[in-house]
């Protein structure tokens, strides 16, 4: 069966972001403060449900062994419809390599290896969920000092946006979206 017509074969529904979050660790700074910002969010749809190992078993024997998502972030000051960015992550790369696993605890022959985008040692899912949640599931920190906004009230807003290329049993596919307006102090 041709690659073509294996990705036909499949009906995926439509990949979004989700469960968008930004938070700060306070709501009022001092101007000689620094700002912790957490940005966190999850791609759901289309994208998470193909990321499961009787997916990755075809993908594997048509030689497609290698998802590569790259996604960015930013922060910034929001003024209306206008956002100011702050700080920002342009590119990152965050990659699941499938493998021929002989882990007899694992329950499936073919398993996925998470190589983060900071460049720390892959990792090993330990269940399906887990896997799911390692390469789809995202959290930045972001340091930001208060003398960079200047005294007063600010509402920060975080963006993102992910995209990733086509594979054996997915179309090549973006998502962006931006978070809820985060309204912190700074005297």
Known sequence: MSLKNRRDEYSWPKTRIGDVQLMTDRKTYAVGDTITARLRFRIVGGLREA???DVWTLSYEDFDKVLRLTFGTYIGVSRGFLTRRIVEVKKEVRKASFYWSR???IPYRIWAMIVPEDGGPPQI???VEDAK??????TKTFEIPASRLGPGRHRLAGEMHAAWGRRSFIEKGSVSSKSKSCVIEVA
Not at 133 to 138: G, N, Q, S, V, Y
Request: glycine share 0%; charged share 25%; aromatic share 6%.
């Open 125 to 127: 899912p330990s269940n």
């Open 51 to 53: 990321f499961h190992p």
């Open 133 to 138: 949640a390692k390469m789809l599931d995202i």
């Open 103 to 105: 882990d007899s605890e």
